[in-house]
């Protein structure tokens, strides 16, 4: 399988505090992306950083991709209440743009 | 208009029927994808379309089976399914092989096979 793996599973924290989250891959990517899902509903796509960029900023997050080492980190500064979902990576090995991989997931709880 | 909508919410049937899922799109995007995801698991290619011609079958049951009548519409056509064939199914659509690659989902289907 060409699953990533994320970690931590499940991460709780207060709000105000960061979360950081890891994905790491198995395969040579095009690009990779990261996606959220509310409740178990339909996922919303937050960010995409390319094979050839190292560091992308998209308001409160940050997203790192070490393709020596086939890993990215997202990282959601300040968190809020409303940021409590679940955080899947997701990456196109394929260069078709046609076929997305998802990582396993973190469940991210934020606590007033 | 940036919305993926899908149709039923939530549907529960039994193994000897017969039933669609439905999905739409009015962004002019060229790729539409069917995913399966179980509780606490992440979502799993089923079937890619592109240009309204099925590009990609992940070795999906033949009791699943997808339909794209038209670049705005995908179908899912459940007939025969099995009780751990339970689960949310997504559809997504993104402009199309080559293109911009971001997919936007729908709400998903939350079906229950009894």
Redesign the interface.
């Known amino acids: 399988s060409q ?1 990533g793996e994320e970690d931590p599973q499940a991460l709780s924290i207060q709000e105000g505090e960061n979360a950081t989250m890891n994905c790491s891959y198995k395969t040579s990517i ?2 990779l ?1 990261w ?1 959220r899902q509310n409740s ?6 937050l960010i ?1 950083i390319r094979s050839n960029e190292r560091e992308k900023h998209s308001g409160r997050l940050r997203v790192t991709l070490d393709t020596s080492k086939k890993s990215s980190s997202l990282l959601i500064t300040a968190s809020r209440a409303a940021d409590t979902a679940s955080y ?1 990576c997701a990456t ?1 090995f394929t260069g ?10 973190t ?1 991210l709880q934020v606590t007033l | 208009d940036t919305e ?1 909508t899908q149709t039923p919410k939530h549907l529960v049937m039994g193994m000897t029927n017969k039933k669609s899922l439905k999905c739409e799109q009015h962004m002019g995007h060229r ?1 539409m994808y069917w995913y399966k ?1 179980k ?7 089923m079937f ?1 379309y ?1 240009y309204e011609k099925l ?2 079958n992940e070795s999906v049951p033949s009791r699943f089976s997808p339909e794209c009548p038209n670049s705005s519409l995908l179908n899912l056509h459940l007939h025969a399914l099995q009780p751990e064939d339970s689960a ?1 199914y ?1 559809c ?1 659509s ?1 402009q ?13 289907t ?1 079906l229950l096979v009894l």
């Open positions: 699953q095009n690009n992306q996606y178990g509903r339909g996922l919303v796509h995409l899947f196109d078709t743009a046609s076929k997305l991989t998802f990582g396993t997931g469940r | 993926v790729a995801q509780a606490k698991k992440p979502p799993e290619l890619v592109s590009s990609i949310l997504l997504a993104s199309g092989p080559g293109q911009q690659e971001t997919q936007y989902f729908g709400p998903g939350r």
